[in-house]
């Protein structure tokens, strides 16, 4: 069993490194979250994490800073992950990722699921944010497959 990230702030309202990854900043090293959770972590860009791979892992209330984008991650891989509950505060909740076999249930307040991202055999269940009532979600710009 991996390890719990919890609490994790970069304390940055920035877009430079500085505001990365409030529970894991990778950088460009080749960094493997596996079996972990990332609970109630806080960045201007990738809430929990940043430019990182995530196997089989939680992200449980994760939150932006200023309307940033990416509370679940940003420029990530993520592999049968869950995401439940992340606040984006009017953004999308991954940006630049790649996620595979992913389950995202009540994330909310924010364009929803992905911007520029790739979702491939995914499920999205009672999330909110543009267009939610109508059961259509904004996946500005993303590929599904």
């Known amino acids: 069993m ?3 990230i919890c609490e994790g702030d ?3 309202n920035s877009y430079d490194s500085d505001g990365c990854g409030g529970g894991l900043y ?13 609970r109630n972590c806080w960045g201007s860009r990738g809430g929990a994490l940043y430019s990182g791979t995530a196997i089989r892992c939680l992200f449980v209330g994760n939150k932006m800073y200023n309307g940033a984008n990416g509370a679940i ?10 995401a439940l509950n992340n606040i984006p505060g009017g953004q999308p909740a991954l940006q630049g990722c790649n996620a595979v076999n992913c389950t995202f ?6 364009s ?3 911007e520029g991202s790739l979702l491939r055999n995914c499920i999205a269940v009672a999330n909110a944010g543009k267009n939610a009532a109508s059961g259509c979600y904004d996946f500005r710009g993303s590929v599904l497959s």
């Open 112 to 114: 929803l699921i992905s």
């Open 105 to 110: 249930v009540g994330n909310g307040s924010g």
């Open 26 to 38: 990778a950088g460009k090293s080749d960094v493997r979250a596996i079996d972990c959770t990332f």
């Open 2 to 4: 991996g390890f719990t």
């Open 73 to 82: 991650a940003r420029a990530s891989y993520l592999f049968n992950c869950i």
């Open 10 to 12: 970069t304390k940055a």
